[in-house]
């Protein structure tokens, strides 16, 4: 409970009320300078998680694609709405963002081993 991220308390959320935040020892200023950016940053590496999952996706599920890609700016937008208007603490966002950015550095390297793997392969068929 008293643990913070420059002075955001990670239990405690940007919708709360500012006499809640005081009980705790943070404030809206602490909470939304911490808060916000952690938002847009979950958001975009959502969104970018989800655009890079689309490429091998269309390629091999056509059918699930459109569903993919209308997700890809839905979750973006959920998450925002949901970290600004719902009781979401910053750890949780500090999760999501972690959650996120780790999906798509590994999506990153798996596509580069399965493409890797795959050009080999057509190499020795070639061959």
Do not use: C
Request: no cysteine; proline share 4%.
């Amino acid at each position: 409970m008293n643990a913070d991220l420059f002075g955001a308390k990670l239990g405690n959320w940007l919708s709360q009320s500012a006499a809640e935040l005081a009980a705790f020892g943070t404030d809206h200023v602490h909470m939304i300078a911490v808060g916000v950016p952690l938002m847009l940053i979950a958001s975009l590496a959502t969104f970018f998680s989800l655009r890079s999952g689309l490429t091998r996706q269309t390629a091999t599920a056509p059918e699930a694609a459109g569903i993919t890609k209308l997700m890809m700016y839905l979750a973006p937008v959920g998450m925002l709405v949901s970290g600004a208007f719902f009781p979401v603490p910053i750890g949780v966002l500090l999760y999501f963002l972690a959650t996120n950015v780790w999906t798509l550095g590994q999506q990153h390297f798996l596509t580069k081993v399965v493409d890797r793997e795959e050009e080999t392969g057509r190499r020795a068929a070639v061959e």
